[in-house]
């Protein structure tokens, strides 16, 4: 019992990935309002950025700089570097979800404009659902 709570302490990082993930779903799928739905997708999208890079760092690693005549006569031993991908990967999700919260803002305040509201209910009844 006593490893089981060890472990799950020493991985407190990942626990704290998966309450920010619930909050930003529960906020996609709970709330009415349009905006506080944006907002739980950034919180869940910023929760996954953050649980990828953290999986993708190691400690004591070095940076994935390899000198390349040492790496032909010595070889390269992997388990001292960090690898980039996740690092690089979570760089192109940044652009994308930032991207992606700048249409969503500009077809809010379009739809603000044409059903004044953002209540998910409101805009419903007004189309006629």
Same mark, same amino acid.
């Given at each position: ?44 999208? +910023? !929760? %996954? ?6 999986? /993708? ?5 070095? @940076?994935? &700089?390899?000198? $390349? ?22 760089? +192109? !999700? %940044? ?6 919260? /700048? ?5 809010? @305040?379009? &739809?603000?404009? $044409? ?15």
């Amino acid at each position: 019992m006593e490893q089981l709570l060890s472990e799950i302490v020493a991985k407190y990082n990942y626990w704290i990935y998966v309450v920010l993930m619930m909050i930003g779903f529960y906020a996609m799928i709970g709330k009415r309002n349009l905006v506080k739905k944006l907002l739980g997708m950034n919180i869940f999208q +910023t !929760a %996954i950025i953050l649980f990828y890079v953290s999986i /993708g760092s190691k400690r004591g690693g070095g @940076i994935p &700089i390899v000198d $390349k005549h040492a790496a032909m006569l010595h070889g390269v031993d992997a388990t001292g570097v960090v690898n980039p991908l996740p690092h690089v990967l979570m760089l +192109t !999700a %940044i652009v994308v979800s930032v991207s992606v919260t /700048g249409v969503a803002l500009a077809i809010l @305040i379009r &739809i603000y404009r $044409k059903y004044d509201t953002l209540e998910e209910d409101e805009i419903l009844e007004k189309i006629g659902r």
